[in-house]
């Protein structure tokens, strides 16, 4: 009889900081997963790192990472000490205000017949879903990258396991908000790298969610003209049309989406822009045509990385075709 080969030791790795009020959430989702479990303290003011050692997590505190007021300013730094904690053959990376959502049961045998070094999970919060490379072979990575929205180097292919599903819960009771934590790492970034446009794609999300349009509009507009960060090419377009949109610059947003889908145009979500600016612009022959080339798309694509709205493939389309068509009979020519 052969011998039945050994599971990979999976190790998870965190960084924490105040989390004691969110951890038991995190690690009750994935009790009887990992084999190791290592977590860096940045900082914590509370009980985190006792809790932490109750469940039998190897920690320690780091400091680095943090500026002269003691505020984080690399998170690259802060993971890559938690990285040097693990001993696995694979590493989960999750963080104390998600969960791992669904495939727990699926794990250990996706990780045992893995062909690729990298995979994406699927990620899912209030802003969306998109895949995201949280579990790796420790052996492969090379290291994070970027003080913020900091991204793993891995010597190998990377590979999506949309079976494997962590939901972002965040709470940030009594700590610096996720906005103006970003916003201010993002600057602070920038100042080093002026040209960097995956910085400033992200620093154009944070203005957009506090209805900083006009800052969004900016920054997106530069992400794009630098044109350095391919993956978020049509992602910057679609924000930058979705930034006018809600500052009622509906001619440009239309010249935006427009630019979006030519970047790709297996996103839905660049047609039902186009759709929505032409709606604004009262041309609802146009709109409706963009609304059927979106529902012409099924679904996000395949290789999608960061965030679909998968709303634009199927309700919002068919909602929007359906008032086209009442107000088209009605011989109207707004979209009520």
Not at 59 to 74: A, E, Q
Not at 235 to 255: I, K, T
Request: proline fraction near 4%; glycine fraction near 6%.
């Amino acid at each position: 009889m052969p011998d039945t080969p050994l599971r990979p030791r999976l190790s998870v790795c965190m960084i924490v900081r105040n989390e004691a009020h969110t951890l038991p959430r995190c690690l009750q989702s994935i009790a009887g997963l990992y084999d190791e479990l290592c977590i860096v303290d940045t900082g914590s003011t509370d009980d985190t790192l006792e809790l932490a050692a109750r469940y039998g997590a190897k920690t320690s505190r780091f400091t680095d990472c943090n500026g002269p007021d003691g505020k984080i300013i690399n998170f690259a730094l802060a993971r890559d000490a938690a990285l040097a904690l693990a001993s696995g053959d694979w590493v989960l990376q999750i963080d104390a205000d998600e969960i791992l959502e669904s495939g727990a049961e699926v794990l250990h045998e996706l990780l045992s017949l893995a062909k690729a070094d990298y995979l994406g999970v699927t990620m899912r919060s209030e802003g969306g879903e998109w895949s995201s490379g949280r579990l790796f072979r420790r052996a492969k990575a090379l290291g994070y990258r970027s003080p913020i929205h900091e991204y793993l180097e891995v010597d190998g292919p990377f590979a999506k396991v949309p079976q494997i599903v962590i939901h972002n819960l965040p709470d940030k009771t009594g700590k610096e908000s996720a906005s103006d934590r970003n916003i201010r790492l993002c600057l602070l970034a920038l100042e080093q790298s002026p040209d960097e446009g995956r910085l400033l794609y992200y620093l154009g999300h944070e203005y957009r969610r506090l209805q900083r349009y006009e800052d969004a509009i900016a920054c997106y507009s530069r992400a794009l003209d630098l044109g350095n960060y391919p993956i978020g090419l049509f992602h910057s377009a679609y924000y930058l049309a979705l930034s006018q949109m809600l500052s009622y610059q509906f001619a440009d947003a239309l010249v935006s989406a427009e630019r979006a889908i030519a970047i790709d145009p297996r996103y839905a979500e660049g047609h039902c822009m186009a759709g929505d600016a032409s709606s604004c612009l009262d041309d609802l022959t146009t709109a409706r045509q963009h609304y059927l080339n979106a529902l012409q798309c099924g679904q996000p694509p395949a290789d999608a990385v960061l965030a679909v709205q998968r709303w634009t493939y199927d309700e919002h389309p068919r909602a929007r075709l359906a008032a086209i068509e009442q107000a088209l009979a009605t011989d109207t020519s707004a979209v009520t």
